[in-house]
Every structure is written in structure tokens, then in C-alpha cells.
């Protein structure tokens, strides 16, 4: 999956040391993801139409380098785990060729608050995407 | 180790569905983490007496329930583990008893950006927090 | 009008001087309003039982000192001016005796997506407020 | 002056109806105000070199619109006023030909924490600007 978001590091975004909060890695993998369900065709609020939402469950974010203001952070997402309700994404942050961080974070499709199998036209779509 | 830092959920922190987002448990985490260390004798800067700082390496979030708009988050930290130059402390932030996420992170002491050894008072300190 | 939020200025809200930026003064006033009409018995959401919603229609802030890490963030509010369908709010953020800013926000009310009449009992509530 | 910063406004910027939190144009005049400099021939920190920094000392935003969750916002920059000490830009917020808002901000040149003029070259930049 080729790079689905990026943006410039704002300067509200960064330390007293001029490096990004940690905070904010967060902030751009949810903008990514939001990219990437539209790219796989089910664009924001798309899944109302199954009667689904889905929440994140569990995210870990490993840091190996810090983004810094001047700097245009990059994110890459590749699904890494399909459940029957569950969804794992990995996204990778990156300035230019220099990781940043890489996230990981498992999504639960819900139906009126419960978890919900994903539909098979959902599960083909996010297959392919 | 009591609770260490609270506060009501904000607006503008809040979702389309009067959530919080995932991103601000970190930012609420970052500032517990300094009133930690405050609480445990190294107020804000005070490392620097020993030529340290300290970054984050990794965090891992899980929820179990939302924070939401109108509600008071509160957060409590307990050490995890004290490495040779490394700390793993661990976040539970609550509304009144209901968890809403437990977050581990580990953080490493750096001298001259290379990760260097917590000096032994300082080590005193964090066992004793 | 008596102290109606208050909050330590957080670090991610803190710039590369320390000094917090100047957008969070716009969040601590929103954070006030709430309060504000929560206070004058008009809590968030209670205008849906008259068809009504806000929204802001002009925001001045004036500087004289600025908020920094460490300190905390006082919001005072006082009603200016009471119009037919507007409402103009002053805040003024201090740090212990000292005054950061003077905002003054003038809000309208609006039904259907068009300004409307304050109702009676409303007007009454913030004259009293 | 053409548009100098633009970006998609982001899911975590928009409330629970899905309308921008009116802070956050505040933080989008903040960076379109670097890239603005920038496009002047003052890029971050080249004030330095006069031994200045600058500050907000005043910022009044008039909304006309609002931007939403799905769009992309673009701010233009016009330089209104250029004092002794002070300089005026005016800011206006867009959604492709929809304004949102517009933004006045006087900043002040300061040396050593007073107001201190501007020198001729950086005056001829701006002028320029």
C-alpha cells in the first residue's frame, strides 16, 4: 500500500526542543486511516450503510527517530491482521527514507455497541486494499 | 501510587459522537508522567543537574471503554520496571472507578542523545516513587 | 461574574519558549463558556429544548503577558452585551493577579440554521448569569 | 499576496457536528504566518539574526462560514499595516471560493523582551512581502 497520508510538522505540534509530541503520531495515523478507508472504497461513514462503526481497541507505537518542525511526515498503511470482527493495521511514519515510528492498531467493527462481523462485500474490499 | 493528575474531559477533545479521541489519552499520559516525577523529587528540568534527558521509546494503549464529554478523567501511574537506562511505567486512566485505558510506556535516560545509565539517585528516587 | 474554569497550562499546549500558544486561549475560553452557562442554569445541550444552537460569530483577543508551563490559567467571564439574537461574552485569562488576555466573543443563536430570538426565559437566565 | 498554506481539515480539528472547532483557525493563521515569512526571505528563526523575535500582540476573527470535516481549507496573506515596531497581516480562511473567515493579528518586534523596531532590510521584505 503506497503512502496514503503526509503533511508538513506544524510548529503547535512540537516541543520546546522543536521534535513533534508523541501525542500527535496518533493524530496522523487517524488521518491516515481515514485516507486509507476511503482509498479501499468505503469512504468516512461509509459503513453506516451496514449499520457498523468500529472503535480502536489497542495501539502500540514504537519510535525510532523523532519528526521535527521543517520536516513533512509521511504514513504508509498495510493490513496486518483480518478478524472475524477485528481489523489490524500497521502504519509506518516517515520523513523522506527515515522511519519515524511505526504504529499498530487493531479496530473492532461494532453493530448497536457490540462487536459485529465485518460483511463479506467489507471483508473483500479491505482485502484489496 | 494515588492518582496523579485529573481532568474533565474537554470540547474540543471530544468526537463526532461526544467521545474523546484516541490521541489525547497520550497527551494525558505526558502530563501525568510530569507530575510523577515532580511527585517523586525531579520536578520539570531537574535531570538536566545530571546532563539527562529522557525519551519515549514505545507505548501501548488498550481500551476498555470511552472517556467521554462531561466526564473527569483521572489518571494513575505505577512504575512497570527499572532498567539499567530505561523506565516502564504504567497508566490507568479512569472515570470515577470505570477504566477506560491502561497505557504502558517505556522511556529511556539519554546523554548527549546516547541512552546513558539512571544515576543511582536517581534511581532511588523512581523506586521510591 | 466569579472564576469560572481554570487549568494548568499543559506542556503539549507550551511552544518552543515555554510560552503557551496563542490558539489555546481560544480553547480555555470555550472551555469557560460551557461552564459559564452550565453556571447560569443552562447547561451543554440545554438550548435543544427551544430549537436553538450558537455559534460564534466574532472572536477579539488582546495580549498583555503570556501563560507559560508551570503556571495555571484562570478564566474569568462577564456578559457585555445582551442582543436580540446575539450575545457578546468578555474573558479575561490570568495567571494569580495577573491578566494574559481579554477576549471578547460575540455568540448568535440560531434555529434551523438562521438567528433567532433569544427566548425570555433564556434572556432572563443570562441577565442573571 | 497568493494562498500560502493549505491543508484538509483533520477528523480530531471538527466537533460533534462535524464543523471546525473555531481555535483551530488560529492555529492554521499560525502557519500560514511562518510560510508566509518563509516566502518573504525570514524563515523560521532568521530574525535571530537582527537579534529579534516578534509576538501576537493582538488577533480578532470575523467567521462568515464554516469549514467542515471533508474540506480543505487554504488561507491567504495581505500585510495591512506596517509600523515602527508593529506589523498587520490579515489572514482570510477559505474553502475553494467560500470564505470561512478572516483573520487581523498585529504582531510586535521585540529585542531583549521590548518592542524594538524594524530594521530596513527586514522592513524592505515585508514591504515586499
Given at each position: 500500500?503506497?503512502?496514503?497520508?503526509?503533511?508538513?510538522?506544524?510548529?503547535?505540534?512540537c516541543?520546546q526542543?522543536?521534535?513533534?509530541?508523541?501525542?500527535?503520531?496518533?493524530?496522523?495515523?487517524?488521518e491516515?486511516?481515514?485516507?486509507?478507508?476511503?482509498?479501499?472504497?468505503?469512504?468516512?461513514?461509509s459503513?453506516?450503510a451496514?449499520?457498523?462503526?468500529?472503535?480502536?481497541k489497542?495501539?502500540?507505537?514504537?519510535?525510532?527517530?523523532?519528526?521535527?518542525?521543517?520536516?513533512?511526515v509521511?504514513?504508509?498503511?498495510?493490513?496486518?491482521?483480518?478478524?472475524?470482527?477485528?481489523?489490524?493495521?500497521?502504519?509506518?511514519?516517515?520523513?523522506?527514507?527515515?522511519?519515524?515510528?511505526?504504529?499498530?492498531?487493531t479496530?473492532?467493527?461494532?453493530?448497536?455497541?457490540?462487536?459485529?462481523?465485518?460483511?463479506?462485500?467489507?471483508?473483500?474490499?479491505?482485502?484489496?486494499?
Open positions: 500500500m503506497p503512502e496514503v497520508w503526509s503533511a508538513p510538522v506544524r510548529f503547535v505540534e516541543d526542543q522543536g521534535v513533534a509530541f508523541n501525542a500527535h503520531y496518533l493524530t496522523w495515523a487517524d491516515a486511516v481515514n485516507a486509507w478507508w476511503a482509498a479501499a472504497g468505503l469512504p468516512f461513514g459503513l453506516a451496514w449499520g457498523l462503526e468500529y472503535y480502536v489497542a495501539t502500540a507505537l514504537d519510535w525510532v527517530s523523532s519528526a521535527r518542525y521543517g520536516e513533512t509521511a504514513v504508509d498503511v498495510e493490513p496486518a491482521a483480518l478478524g472475524r470482527t477485528s481489523l489490524t493495521l500497521v502504519f509506518t511514519v516517515r520523513v523522506a527514507d527515515r522511519v519515524c515510528c511505526t504504529i499498530r492498531t479496530y473492532v467493527a461494532t453493530a448497536d455497541g457490540r462487536p459485529s462481523p465485518w460483511p463479506d462485500e467489507v471483508r473483500a474490499l479491505i482485502s484489496a486494499g
